[in-house]
Nanobody, 121 residues
Framework: QVLLVESGGGLVQAGESLRLSCVVS????????MGWYRQAPGKQQRELVA????????NYADAVKGRFTISRDTAKNTVYLEMDSLKPEDTAVYYC??????????????WGQGTQVTVSP
C-alpha cells in the first residue's frame, strides 16, 4: 500500500529555491504530526529537518532554520517543504513521513520513494 508520495525535487544552483510536496494517504490520521527527512549521499541515516503538528506548530533542524518552511494543507492531505537559499550541502533524497516514521508489520519503517534534490555550487 502506498502511503506517501513525494515530488518536486530537481537540480538547481546554489541560492535557488524548490518546493517539495507530499501527498499523504487517507489512512494516516490528519492529526498526525508530519516531518520531512533527508538522506545525504553516502549517509546511512536519514536526518529529520522539519516537522509540523496538526495545529501548524513547526520545528526545524539548525542546518535549515530560516531557509526552509514546512506547511500542510489538511483539505488536500498534503505536506509541503519550501526550500530557499539552497546550498550544495542540502543535496539529498528528501522523504516525508510521520514524526516517528511509520512502522511496518515486519518491524521496519515504511518510506516512500523520496524525491532527489541536487544543488550545484
Amino acid at each position: 500500500q502506498v502511503l506517501l508520495v513525494e515530488s518536486g525535487g530537481g537540480l538547481v544552483q546554489a541560492g535557488e529555491s524548490l518546493r517539495l510536496s507530499c501527498v499523504v494517504s487517507e489512512s494516516i490520521p490528519r492529526s498526525t504530526p508530519m516531518g520531512w527527512y533527508r538522506q545525504a549521499p553516502g549517509k546511512q541515516q536519514r536526518e529529520l529537518v522539519a516537522t509540523i503538528t496538526k495545529d501548524a506548530n513547526t520545528n526545524y533542524a539548525d542546518a535549515v532554520k530560516g531557509r526552509f518552511t514546512i506547511s500542510r494543507d489538511t483539505a488536500k492531505n498534503t505536506v509541503y517543504l519550501e526550500m530557499d537559499s539552497l546550498k550544495p550541502e542540502d543535496t539529498a533524497v528528501y522523504y516525508c513521513n510521520t514524526v516517528g516514521p511509520i512502522a511496518t508489520t515486519e518491524g521496519t519503517n515504511y518510506w516512500g520513494q523520496g524525491t532527489q534534490v541536487t544543488v550545484s555550487p
